[in-house]
């Protein structure tokens, strides 16, 4: 048939046709097909819960990231503040002596 989703039901589900020669069935079979027997608020509670264990993931990596930061931008002032008080003391000790 020249039908691209007629085709590809058939290639997917060709056991629920009415006939295999020429790949055609009822409207109504091919609703069936498409849309199964569950439930709207099964998959509903289903995209929710993925939803939100995407968010968590999201939450999780954005906290360690952020907590990287902190530290890194922490070790990095106190190099900077360690660095020119050595500085500081060391042209100190060199105008003394």
């Not at 997917?12 to 020669?21: F, I, K, M, N, Q």
């Not at 503040?81 to 105008?95: H, K």
């Amino acid at each position: 048939m020249d039908d691209p989703l007629q085709d590809a039901m058939y290639e997917t589900w060709g056991a629920d046709l009415d006939d295999w020669e020429t790949r055609e069935c009822s409207d109504d079979e091919l609703i069936g097909v498409l849309y199964s027997d569950e439930s709207s608020a099964e998959s509903v509670a289903q995209n929710v819960l993925s939803i939100a264990l995407a968010l968590l993931l999201c939450l999780a990596v954005g906290n360690v990231v952020w907590r990287i930061v902190v530290v890194s931008w922490a070790l990095l002032s106190a190099a900077v503040r360690y660095t020119t008080v050595a500085l500081i003391l060391l042209s100190i000790a060199v105008f003394l002596a």
